[in-house]
């Protein structure tokens, strides 16, 4: 049974770092391409960003690009997103996932089969 648990969220002021972590588990996901989204509350889940564990070819959406940085440690099945110069806007859930093969969209959430729980992300302006 695949398992994705998030951690690394807190409290932190604008301009700030945070890094979060998803650690994987349940089966080899070599194939797959792992993403995170994020949500604040009122709004759509939203791509931040992705990876493919084979490979390492990324993706980023507009609004985090050259702020944020995915990676992934294939020895320890985890997935990270260094997140730096933090705003106000960046405020919300962020959660990870799965996407098996065939991919398909993405940015879009209902692309992905799996999803870790969540973790808060909140900065203070």
């Known amino acids: 049974q695949v398992q994705l648990v998030e951690s690394g969220g807190g409290l932190v002021q604008a301009g700030g770092s945070l890094r979060l972590s998803c650690a994987a588990s349940?089966?080899?996901?070599?194939?797959?391409?792992m993403g995170w989204f994020r949500q604040a509350p009122g709004k759509e889940r939203e791509f931040v960003a992705a990876?493919?564990?084979?490979?390492?070819?990324?993706y980023y959406a507009d609004s985090v690009k050259g702020r944020f940085t995915i990676s992934r440690d294939n020895a320890k099945n985890t997935v990270y997103l260094q997140m730096n110069s933090l705003k106000a806007e960046d405020t919300a859930v962020y959660y990870c996932?799965?996407?098996?093969?065939?991919?398909?969209?993405?940015?879009?959430?209902?692309?992905?089969?799996?999803w870790g729980q969540g973790t808060q992300v909140t900065v203070s302006s």
């Open positions: 990876i493919r564990w084979s490979g390492g070819s990324t």
């Open positions: 996932a799965v996407d098996q093969p065939p991919f398909r969209e993405l940015t879009i959430a209902s692309s992905y089969d799996y």
């Open positions: 349940g089966r080899t996901f070599s194939s797959d391409r």
